[in-house]
């Protein structure tokens, strides 16, 4: 299975800020990574595909960008509602996985 | 717009069998795969597997002996089915398509369900 490892685990910002998470893969991936929001008893929001294809109707606040093993989830401008858990998925072979998750909190 | 709703006993016994539906709604079940997707309360996600519109499988081999995902078009629904059950696999399940570019052939989980939390428990 490939593991996959997000850093750090938590993050405190505050509104305004730019903050970036880390995704690192045990083997390379090409751009086969996704990264996902989940708010509180919610489920995941696909934000980014493809390691760095923004959906429609995500902020352009959020971008990402990586290939290989590292890859990194970075928003500017940190909004009240962006305060959430984020988690990266590799998509490159099954059994799919996912990182443990950021959360990110407000400072 | 695509939405998918999970339904199913939130109590299961253990050494018995969790038995999960989801309800697509908006579109058509047919020419995409069908995910199940679990989440133990306060860790991380994990994938249990998938079914494609035409019937074939692929499941994690962490839970393979157990799953069995299955599909039936003329309800536009699929479901999840996980036997001998124990206190581990208490956890929120979520339904998701999986969708892939044509281009590149990456693929993704959007949209997923709202979620349903089971619990193990005698």
């Known amino acids: 299975d490939i593991q996959m490892t997000q850093s750090p685990s938590s993050l405190s910002a505050s509104v305004g800020d730019r903050v970036s998470i880390t995704c690192r893969a045990s083997?390379?991936?090409?751009?086969?990574l996704n990264w996902y929001q989940q708010k509180s008893g919610k489920a995941p929001k696909l934000l980014i595909s493809a390691a760095s294809n923004l959906q429609n109707g995500v902020p352009s606040r959020f971008s990402g960008s990586g290939s290989g093993t590292d890859f990194t989830l970075s928003i500017t401008n940190l909004q009240p509602e962006d305060f959430a858990t984020y988690s990266c998925?590799?998509?490159?072979?099954?059994?799919?996985?996912f990182g443990q998750g950021t959360k990110l909190e407000i400072k | 717009q695509v939405q998918l709703q999970e339904s199913g006993p939130g109590l299961v016994k253990p050494s018995e069998t969790l038995s999960l539906t989801c309800t697509v709604s908006g579109g058509s079940i047919s020419g995409s795969y069908w995910t199940w997707i679990r989440q133990p309360p306060g860790k991380g996600l994990e994938w249990i597997g998938y079914?494609?519109?035409?019937?074939?499988?692929n499941y994690s081999p962490s839970l393979k002996s157990r799953v069995t995902i299955s599909l039936d078009t003329s309800k536009n629904q699929f479901s999840l089915k996980l036997n001998s059950v124990t206190a581990a696999d208490t956890a929120v399940y979520y339904c998701?398509?999986?969708?892939?570019?044509?281009?590149?052939?990456?693929?993704?989980?959007?949209?997923w369900g709202q979620g349903t939390l089971v619990t193990v428990s005698s």
């Open positions: 998925q590799q998509s490159y072979n099954t059994p799919y996985t």
């Open positions: 079914i494609s519109s035409s019937g074939s499988t």
């Open positions: 083997q390379s991936i090409s751009t086969y």
């Open positions: 998701a398509r999986r969708e892939r570019s044509t281009r590149d052939w990456t693929n993704w989980f959007d949209p």
